[in-house]
């Protein structure tokens, strides 16, 4: 395993310096729906991972929020789960809070994970068991038991939340999870439906730092479930998770999309 996530590493590095090359350069971007951006860069890094880690492991399906899905890798224990680009509404606007995301999910659940953040000069990984690093040093989240004052990675808190501080925040999802496993952060949660590659990295990341990482409900997250979708993330330190449900719990509606 060791040997396996460094060459992952090798092949998000890869990625992450093709899209740096692209950044903040001319290329197509559009809409795929209303809100919802992509670029050419989205695409190329899409179809870089998917060769290089197609070679890497040819037995594992694919999900990648640029590749038309394929219930094929249902019937499969491995599984690579990518996004391209996380975050890339900061990646057309020229500013740092994006990621190469990959997790390799084996039997619904991560044990291999890397953001590669280039325009931050970071790089996380994250192994089952065997803990969670940015450039090389070892994580942990923050071991705050209160809920008031937890630091969220926000632009502006609700009025019910104004007993927590916001933080800078960068676009991509992953990235905010991980500020939770570097203890940069308390508290994360997205309260709608939401696609597994967002997540599956680091939902392993933040596991291995002593973070508690589950769904908006309080519930298990799952990976390679058939939609590929998951009802919101929470991740925060391990003494507020209750009471982070429990703010949460009036909020949460599953049956919205």
Known sequence: MPELAAEVAAIAAEAGRHAMARWQSDFARWEKGPGNPVCAVDLEVDALLRERLGALLPEAGWLSEETVDNADRL????????????????????????????????????????????????????????????N??????????????????????????????????PNS???????????????VATLRWGHEWDIAAAVLL??????????????????????????????TTQGIHAAAVARLADRVDPGKR
């Open 75 to 134: 019937a499969l224990s491995r599984l690579w789960v990518v996004d391209p680009i996380d975050g890339t509404r900061d990646y057309l606007r020229g500013r740092p809070g994006w990621a190469v995301s990959i997790a390799l999910v084996e039997n619904g659940q991560p044990v291999i994970g890397v953001l590669d953040a280039p325009a931050r000069g970071e790089v996380w990984t994250a192994r089952a068991g065997a803990g969670a690093w940015r």
């Open 136 to 169: 090389g040093m070892a994580l942990r989240a923050a071991e705050r038991a209160e809920l008031p004052g937890a630091r969220v990675p926000a632009d502006q808190l609700p009025r019910v939340d104004r007993d927590l501080v916001a933080v800078p925040k």
């Open 206 to 235: 933040a596991r291995e730092a002593g973070a508690a990482v589950t769904d908006a409900l309080g519930q298990a997250l799952g990976f390679n479930t058939p939609a590929g979708e998951a009802y919101g993330v929470l991740a």
């Open 173 to 187: 999802i992953a990235l905010r999870i991980a500020m939770v496993a570097a203890g940069e952060a308390d508290l």
